[in-house]
């Protein structure tokens, strides 16, 4: 079965930092892009970043850019999110996707955010 | 950033009807647009990718059309199951960018 499986949500401060994990099942990680999307209490969807599959590009939301930093490990089918400055606005739950004929196939079941003091 | 307009907000049908959803792009995006569903307290599904190519396991009377600006989502006989959120989305341009969401509700 195609699956990825999200980790390392949590409450953190305005200011903190997080990584967020996504593990890869049933398909070849290493030869997918995969992103990160994010949804906020009881709003709609916001593409965050992306990562080509050798992990040469990577493209940010420009309200994130400089403060979060995609990766991936293709030995532990694993992309994470490093999210740095965290600010109340970044509160979402953030969802791990596979890049599938530029659309996101599948999606895992998201990890939740809170930034709060 | 292309800009992506569902309309409408909110749809009430029954059971068995037909259902149209759109989404307009404020420029170009070729064929790169998907449609997804989402039921509460779940990650979104993907429905159709590259405007009308069904993805694995969606049954047959969901389908997409469209190309350049204006797409559409019909849904030829709603099922109990199919009453839930959808949006589009746009991959020919970074950023990427999603539409606000077509509600779709039990009238």
């Known amino acids: 079965e195609v699956q990825v499986v999200e980790s390392g949500g949590g409450l ?9 994990s996504c593990a890869a099942s049933g398909f070849t990680f290493s030869n997918y892009w995969m992103g ?11 593409w965050v970043a992306d990562i080509k ?14 403060r979060f930093s995609i990766s991936r490990d293709n030995a532990k089918s694993s992309l994470y999110l490093q999210m740095n400055s965290l600010r109340a606005e970044d509160t979402a739950v953030y969802y791990c ?3 599938y004929g530029r659309s996101y196939d599948p999606w895992g ?7 709060s003091s | 950033e292309i800009v992506l307009t569902q309309s409408p907000a909110t749809l009430s049908l029954s059971p068995g009807e037909r259902a149209t959803l759109s989404c307009r792009a404020s420029q170009s995006v070729n064929s790169y ?3 997804y569903q989402q039921k509460p307290g779940q990650a979104p599904r993907l429905l159709i990718y590259g405007a009308s190519n069904r993805a694995t396991g969606i049954p047959a009377r969901f389908s997409g059309s469209g190309s350049g600006t204006d797409f559409t989502l019909t849904i030829s006989s709603l099922e109990p199951e199919d009453f839930a959120l959808y949006y589009c989305q746009q991959r ?3 950023p990427i960018t999603f539409g606000q969401g077509t509600r779709l509700d039990i009238k």
């Not at chain 1, 953190?12 to 997080?18: E, M």
């Not at chain 1, 990160?36 to 916001?46: M, Y």
């Not at chain 1, 079941?109 to 930034?115: A, D, K, L």
């Open chain 1, 12 to 20: 953190v401060q305005p200011g903190g930092s997080l990584r967020l």
């Open chain 2, 33 to 35: 647009l998907a449609w």
């Open chain 1, 109 to 115: 079941q998201g990890t939740r955010v809170i930034v």
């Open chain 1, 97 to 99: 996707a596979r890049d």
């Open chain 2, 92 to 94: 020919n341009n970074w």
């Open chain 1, 36 to 46: 990160w999307v994010r949804q906020a209490p009881g709003k709609g969807l916001e």
């Open chain 1, 53 to 66: 599959h050798d992990g040469s590009e990577k493209t940010y939301l420009d309200s994130v850019e400089g």
